[in-house]
T-cell receptor, first 108, second 112 residues
Framework: AQRVTQPEKLLSVFKGAPVELKCNYSYSGSPELFWYVQYSRQRLQLLLRHISRESIKGFTADLNKGETSFHLKKPFAQEEDSAMYYC??????????FGTGTRLQVFP | KAGVTQTPRYLIKTRGQQVTLSCSPISGHRSVSWYQQTPGQGLQFLFE???????NKGNFPGRFSGRQFSNSRSEMNVSTLELGDSALYLCASSLGAGVEQFFGPGTRLTVL
């Protein structure tokens, strides 16, 4: 069965520290991987997707098919990065399978 | 461009009742998906509709149903409500499969 695992419920860092939010998935085919973010009192929104291979707000994520991982990284965290981050998987449809999410807290 | 809208934003129902939630996608979007968000289970997929056809269905009981109209607006219905149905129900729209999905603000359903 398809599954997305985010092992950390909470990740706390200080401003300027590097951040890595972990995401592992299980799927036998070629999935599309996404990171969605939900800031306080805002809607869930797409942060980035592996197929676009771009950096958004300083975040990057590389799909590692060998390790079935799609970790989200940022070299220097900012306070405004504090939010809930969800890793998600889809395969040829709009059905998204979400991980349980990681809350990122960036302290000043 | 107006975003995805969901009505109502809040609902309080009692066990055994039924409820209908509505979602209006972004203009031009033909794909609408529904998700249930709870603290315990997180975000779980309910349905996906494209051009009035259900393309995917999640692992929910038959009490959960949905439909999509010719103008792409979608509704979901939950019959015989249970306490465990209390959740935030999110709707998302997109142009099609695999393209970015845009989420609505959600409908907060409380079952007493």
């Amino acid at each position: 069965a398809q599954r997305v695992t985010q092992p950390e419920k909470l990740l706390s860092v200080f401003k300027g520290a590097p951040v890595e939010l972990k995401c592992n998935y299980s799927y036998s085919g070629s999935p599309e991987l996404f990171w969605y973010v939900q800031y306080s009192r805002q809607r869930l929104q797409l942060l980035l997707r592996h197929i676009s291979r771009e950096s958004i707000k300083g975040f990057t994520a590389d799909l590692n098919k060998g390790e079935t991982s799609f970790h989200l990284k940022k070299p220097f965290a900012q306070e405004e990065d504090s939010a809930m981050y969800y890793c998600a998987l889809s395969y040829n449809t709009d059905k998204l399978i979400f991980g349980t999410g990681t809350r990122l807290q960036v302290f000043p | 461009k107006a975003g995805v809208t969901q009505t109502p934003r809040y609902l309080i129902k009692t066990r055994g009742q039924q409820v209908t939630l509505s979602c209006s996608p972004i203009s031009g979007h033909r794909s609408v998906s529904w998700y249930q968000q709870t603290p315990g289970q997180g975000l779980q997929f309910l349905f996906e509709y494209f051009s009035e056809t259900q393309r995917n269905k999640g692992n929910f009981p038959g009490r959960f149903s949905g439909r999509q109209f010719s103008n792409s607006r979608s509704e979901m219905n939950v019959s015989t409500l249970e306490l465990g149905d209390s959740a935030l129900y999110l709707c998302a729209s997109s142009l099609g499969a695999g393209v970015e999905q845009f989420f609505g603000p959600g409908t907060r359903l409380t079952v007493l």
